[in-house]
Nanobody, 114 residues
Framework: VQLQASGGGFVPPGGSLALSCAASGLVFRVYDFHWYRQAPGGQREWVAT???????SYADVVKGRATISRDNAKSTMYLQMDSLKPEDTAVYYCKANTWSREYWGPGTLVTVSS
């Protein structure tokens, strides 16, 4: 199983970013997918989830600024983030899980700075 996050980069405050998480080696449609992030010197925190039924949920810190989605045909999950703030700077990780399995991918760095 491989999860590969991409789309990170350098963004000015107020800008937008689209992250992708491409999955392989698993039955994509049965997994819940999540984004987590870890700021420099901080702990990993949950950002958003999209269930296998496509139900989204968001952490309060990104609610209203983030949209999580999935394309089962492409085995890819997405996170669109708008109105980015310097405190959104972090390494963003994707995770896939069912009730019995859990997989993490390597992160992608998002830096929000002027």
């Amino acid at each position: 199983v491989q999860l590969q996050a991409s789309g990170g980069g350098f963004v000015p405050p107020g800008g937008s970013l689209a992250l992708s998480c491409a999955a392989s080696g698993l039955v994509f449609r049965v997994y819940d997918f999540h984004w987590y992030r870890q700021a420099p010197g901080g702990q990993r925190e949950w950002v958003a989830t999209i269930s296998d039924a496509r139900t989204p949920s968001y952490a309060d810190v990104v609610k209203g600024r983030a949209t999580i989605s999935r394309d089962n045909a492409k085995s890819t999950m997405y996170l669109q983030m708008d109105s980015l703030k310097p405190e959104d700077t972090a390494v963003y990780y994707c995770k896939a899980n069912t009730w019995s399995r859990e997989y993490w991918g390597p992160g992608t760095l998002v830096t929000v700075s002027s």
